[in-house]
DNA sequence: TCCTTATTGACCGCAACGGTTAATGCAAGT
DNA sequence: ACTTGCATTAACCGTTGCGGTCAATAAGGA
């Protein structure tokens, strides 16, 4: 990793690194070009390779930044400063919007390096996400208060189905190549405002 | 496509389009190697040519195949004849798991296929898919009984959602490379019966 | 044994890959 | 105008992987 990297303009910076996300977001780590990354960012593959010295370094280092640019978003949205479960949900949501209009394939990069299954990466991968993910997992469902859920559902079933919700709709986004933050996030609200009808408590 | 393919035993013919299903749904048409659906089948690569003449006819024969199939287990599942919203998502969802007993990576080869941008393939796909799935999703809407919703929520948001949520849920399948069909029925139901209760009008 | 068919290893020509290098352009300093 | 130093690239290298072919072998039945 070269430093005069951080040194270019913002967004020219910006403009390669998504163009990273892109690629590795659409290929596995094994069949994703590096003169694919550099074509779509505009430079040639030879400064590329100036800058991130090879191909995993590169890959790696958009790993790092992925998590930390989300951490970012996730604290600046006080996402985790509510104890009601849908002010959370859509908080943390619009947070990733919000890092999308930026990093339109941060997302989808990260679902995917999660998964990858080439051994040079898999390894450093996990390691690093477990702490994360599962923590967080866990301080959600400490914060929160149960007392507004209808009392006749099955909250974890909720939780996971919201989810994979979530999850289905990005997806379809990706593959209709719709990355479109502001109707994106009117939909999400659109979705959340549903869910919270949905599951809370009539009084 | 040789006619020869048609008379091996049953089982070599699916370990070979099993194999095709399983390579196709994970890479995008062009980076999918025949050479490694020969491997993935236990069979030299020349004999897959011998059999499919070359990549595009393998494809084109595993999309006309997963639409046949599908269409023959949403007839045998009775999926349409019914007026319960429910129980047609249910039916519909275990045709698909019955499907997914004998090719496992039929469901993600569908959906990848779908949105595939290879020009060779694309223009032939679509063609042949709109009928389908536009004249399915108008069946549904004439048929359902919908005095046994809630009256306050949409029922469009309600059916995207549902709907995406299934595809979140199989996406988590398959990127934990866990497509174990007894489970994944189970678990269905489970969400199938959560929603019901969810979205049925209490009388 | 011979004939037919199923199956494959080895091969071809080409494209794509990760990575390197020597040569350019190009702006600032003198 | 000339030099210095850095940003940037075209061209290249060795290797691998690809779609597809073909001559040769294995297998099986009469």
Known sequence: ???????????????????????????????????????????????????????????MYLWMNAIEMTRKAVTEYKTLETDDFFEMLKRSLL??????????????FSLRAYYETAPEIH?????????????????????????????????????AEIFYAVDGYMLKKYRLNCIIPDEIEKEIIILIDFWKKVYTQEV
Not at 27 to 51: C, Q, R, T, V
Not at 95 to 106: A, E, G, I, V
Not at 123 to 147: G, L, R, T
Request: with cysteine; proline share 3%.
């Open 1 to 59: 990793m070269n430093d005069k990297f951080f040194k270019l303009p913002l967004e020219k910076q910006r403009r390669i690194i998504n163009a990273a996300y892109k690629v590795f977001s659409e290929n596995s780590y094994k069949k994703a070009p590096m003169s694919e990354i550099a074509d779509e960012s505009g430079i040639s593959k030879a400064l590329l390779f100036h800058y991130f010295t090879n191909k995993k370094e590169l890959y």
């Open 95 to 108: 947070s990733k919007c919000s890092l999308m209009r930026d990093y339109p394939h941060l997302y989808a």
């Open 123 to 159: 390894k450093s991968i996990q390691e690093n996400f477990n702490d994360v993910s599962k923590a967080s997992e866990m301080i959600v469902f400490e914060k929160i208060d149960i007392s507004k859920f209808r009392k006749d559902i099955d909250i974890k079933t909720m939780y």
